[in-house]
């Protein structure tokens, strides 16, 4: 089992390539997916976020606002630090349990926003790093997501540094130009990670 990392800051196009890499016959472990599973209703994970934020993060039907609890740890790292302490532990367990379930050879390729944050390369025999400028990720938020400008920025913000992000890369797949571009620049990283899992 070969297991990679793939990351790149909010806006970089990260879950485009995942999509592509799935497609390629990857197997995808996607850290954000799994850490909405973590947090549905009736789930420990929810009630510990209630128990450390109040109900005011919660929506009518007693899912979690997601926006709400976004707005009140981007704005704070030890609040964001106090979500992360709730979450990542939880994700861990989950994410062990779907690597036990993939095939023995298979290429796995872990999608996780806050592997650099976290200091998570050195988990994985490489580190795929999606990659494009602040200025062109700021413009897909506002543009594709609606936030508003202040809130990409500091989303962006909250995350480390780009410079931070290709020092750990073992592959940097470029995205600031066509889909088909894109895809072209992932078939190549897939084509590497193909003859170092020796297949």
């Given amino acids: 089992m070969l297991k990679v990392g793939l990351t790149g ?11 592509m890499l799935a497609r390629q ?19 420990e994970g929810l009630a510990r976020v209630v128990a450390a934020f109040g109900e005011e993060v919660l ?12 707005s009140i740890v981007f704005a704070d790292s030890a609040k964001l630090a106090t979500l992360n302490g709730i ?18 050879d298979a290429i796995v390729v872990y999608d996780v926003p806050l592997l650099v944050e976290n200091d ?15 200025e062109i990720r700021l413009e897909r938020l506002v ?5 508003s400008e202040a809130d990409a920025k500091a989303r962006i913000a909250a995350q480390a540094s780009r410079e931070a992000r290709l020092a750990v890369a073992d592959h940097i797949v470029p995205n600031e130009g066509s889909v088909a571009d894109l ?17």
């Fill in 9 to 19: 800051g909010i806006g970089s196009g990260k879950s485009e390539v995942a999509r």
């Fill in 25 to 43: 016959g990857a197997v995808v472990i996607d850290a954000d997916q799994v850490a909405r599973e973590v947090v549905e209703p009736g789930t």
């Fill in 59 to 70: 929506t009518k039907d007693g899912a979690l606002d997601r926006a709400r609890l976004g």
């Fill in 87 to 104: 979450v990542h532990p939880l994700v861990g367990t989950r994410v062990a349990e779907l690597q036990a379930a993939a095939p023995a």
């Fill in 120 to 134: 998570l390369a050195s988990q994985y025999d490489s580190v795929i790093v999606v990659d494009a400028s602040e």
């Fill in 143 to 147: 543009r594709t997501r609606g936030m």
């Fill in 183 to 199: 895809e072209a620049r992932t078939g190549d990283v897939w084509a590497a990670l193909r003859r170092q899992a020796g297949r």
